[in-house]
């Protein structure tokens, strides 16, 4: 029994060492593009684009944001600002963008029936753009671009790389108490796979995609009735072998200001409900990370307990792997502020990844959305609360 601890601790530090090695260098080129001056020209030759944000609320963060994703110099593209109904506050947020911004539109979706509101949101942007873009490119709007956001995006797409190119968001923690922590590791670990070749899906960031490939895949049905966005539509088109082309360096960032140990848990449960919905055999599968966790965490009590060294040095170990993730943040995090903030994620992922088998249900934004396991919405309960 000790020898099988001693090797899953062993894999579990192993591992994160080369998840660390394999996709670190693309995270760091863009935290370097992000501190560039220099900004990428327009390309002279540019494909008719769509640019599709869903919106909800307001905030001073979100107009940032907004304002850095539609002041893109030397583009010329339609920007789709898309809200559930005029009462929602992003309405407003949006006609006095429009006002500065020529080139966006307010679309007003209405409430959604069988799919998610975010998707429904998406849809009557694309259906708003016409027939003309070559392009689709979806982005949250609570994430900051660069200026040259659109043409570090689209590059692989005007390349012939790929049809479709994805990007994430980094978190730049407003502070470093634990939750703040806790959100940008485990967002971090996300960007981290999403660089890995047979990871790269969309996911929290942003996505450009040819037009033409999206519909000729029917990603517009499939969000119709769909619990989430990008994660639905890049397993999808990868089965069918449309695959993704990351780029790194346009990568947003995002500002989540003072984080709770709430709004944290809520966060990271819903991207770990995402994964069961829309890959449930992986997710499936996965489980027997944090239940070897469990497992790993009591031997390491017991271990320290009777006087062992070896629970000394799997924690020792996370918290040096806890110090390397945090020289990825765009700002300094010490080591010993690193590398207990790293283990405790770590640690509380463990009940939170377990809390997945509990519910079919993700509430976001006040609606509560039952789900199935094919990623599709069940039924909607707009009377919930988050």
């Known amino acids: 029994m000790d020898t099988l601890a001693h090797l899953g601790m062993t894999v579990h530090v192993l591992g994160l060492l080369l998840l660390f090695l394999a996709a670190g260098p693309a995270i760091r080129r863009g935290r370097e593009a992000w501190g560039q001056k220099d900004v990428l020209p327009a390309p002279e030759t540019q494909p008719t684009l769509a640019l599709v944000i869903p919106m909800t609320g307001d905030s001073p963060a979100m107009r940032a944001s907004l304002t850095s994703l539609l002041d893109q110099p030397g583009w010329s593209f339609q920007a789709l600002l898309t809200v559930r109904d005029e009462t929602d506050t992003a309405a407003s947020l949006a006609r ?48 900051e671009a660069r200026p040259d956001f659109l043409t570090r995006l689209t590059r692989p797409l005007q390349s012939g790389e790929a049809a479709l190119a994805t990007t994430y968001h980094r978190v730049l923690p407003e502070d470093l108490r634990l939750p703040s922590l806790f959100h940008f590791f485990s967002a971090l670990l996300i960007h981290l796979l999403q660089n890995l ?46 695959r993704a082309a990351a780029a790194p360096d346009a990568a947003l960032l995002t500002r989540p200001g003072r984080q709770s140990l709430q709004g944290w848990w809520g966060w990271w449960f819903r991207q770990l409900l995402y ?68 283990l405790l994620m770590q640690i509380l992922t463990v009940p939170c990844y377990l809390a997945t088998w509990l519910t079919n249900t993700l509430r976001w934004r006040g609606i509560a959305y039952r789900a199935r396991l094919d990623g599709t919405v069940a039924a909607i309960v707009p009377s919930a609360q988050d």
């Not at 799997?314 to 945090?326: P, Q």
């Open 96 to 143: 006095e963008l429009t006002d500065r911004f020529p080139h966006a539109r307010l679309v007003v979706a209405g409430a959604a029936t069988h799919c998610c509101q975010k998707n429904h949101n998406l849809l009557a942007g694309i259906r708003a753009a016409g027939e003309t873009p070559e392009i689709l490119v979806f982005c949250d709007s609570t994430h």
């Open 197 to 242: 070749p047979w990871f790269r899906l969309p996911w929290g960031g942003a996505t450009a995609i040819r037009r033409e490939v999206f519909l000729r895949n029917g990603i517009d049905a499939i969000w119709a009735r769909g619990i989430v966005d990008d994660f639905t539509m890049g397993p999808y088109l990868q089965r069918r072998g449309v």
């Open 275 to 342: 994964l069961k919905f829309c890959m449930p055999f992986t997710w499936l599968a996965a489980t027997l990370a944090p239940l070897g966790g469990a497992a790993l965490l009591g031997f390491t009590l017991a271990d320290m307990l009777r006087g062992g060294l070896a629970g000394w040095l799997y924690l020792g170990g996370l918290c040096a792997a806890g110090a390397l993730f945090g020289g990825l943040c765009q700002r300094r995090i010490p080591v010993w502020r690193a590398g207990p903030g790293f």
